[in-house]
């Protein structure tokens, strides 16, 4: 596609159960990030791949948190036993340049909420 | 971890008048981008700077890189409504400034 993509736009979970986020990145872009966002600050980084390795996953959170890209395109982050501090924007990012040294393209987010 | 300091936290400011946006650091990057985030929206691409000194400008934004490449800035003239957003900076090693947001009032 022309942008990259994220679904759902909107997730409510209960307090405990599992969920999944997708992201599909401009076809060719082979960096991926995801960046978790609270409401008014700026994206607090997640993870990062390089085609399907990946590099950096030194910002998620917790072990609930675990992200995939096993073709190099699609990727999936998943938040196992969610949390009420697991509420916030998930956004997913890509980049032509390794490491995204001359700027991302963002998908829309995905807002989690759990109750 | 390279951290971004971007002030101020919060402008609100008449159409037309002019504003200035830091972004400051302690470490070096080989590049810095700046972006514009509305509500329920990823964060768009302004401009990417590379060389120490640099200046862009992109219609009434402007932004300089340091020349240490420790620190940036955004300047707008004749600001307008449509220029509202949550301003981000963000450097090249996956690290983002905590942002600044801007409300013009007409």
């Known amino acids: 596609g022309a942008g990259v993509s994220q679904s759902p736009r909107y997730k409510v979970a209960k307090r405990g159960q599992d969920v999944a986020l997708r992201c599909d990145p401009i076809s060719g872009h082979v960096s991926l990030f995801w960046y978790q966002q609270a409401l008014g600050q700026g994206p607090e980084f997640l993870t990062y791949f390089q085609n399907e390795a990946q590099l950096d996953k030194s910002g998620l959170p917790s072990d609930r948190f675990f992200a995939e890209r096993p073709e190099g395109s699609v990727s999936t982050l998943k938040i196992q036993r969610t949390q009420q501090e697991d509420s916030a924007v998930y956004l997913c990012?890509?980049?032509?340049?390794?490491?995204?040294?001359?700027?991302?393209?963002f998908g829309s987010g995905t807002r989690l909420t759990v109750v | 971890t390279q951290l971004l300091e971007q002030s101020p936290q919060f402008l609100s400011i008449q159409e037309g008048e002019n504003l200035t946006v830091y972004c400051n650091s302690s470490s070096v990057f080989s590049s810095l981008q700046w972006y514009r985030q509305e509500p329920g929206e990823g964060p768009v691409l302004l401009v990417t700077v590379v060389t120490g000194g640099e200046v862009k400008k992109l219609k009434r934004l402007t932004f300089q890189f340091g020349d240490a490449r420790k620190d940036s800035s955004l300047h707008i003239t004749a600001a307008q409504p449509g220029d509202t957003g949550l301003y981000l900076c963000?450097?090249?090693?996956?690290?983002f400034g905590a942002g600044t947001i801007l409300r013009v009032k007409s």
């Open positions: 963000a450097g090249n090693k996956l690290v």
């Open positions: 990012a890509s980049s032509f340049s390794l490491g995204g040294n001359y700027g991302y393209t």
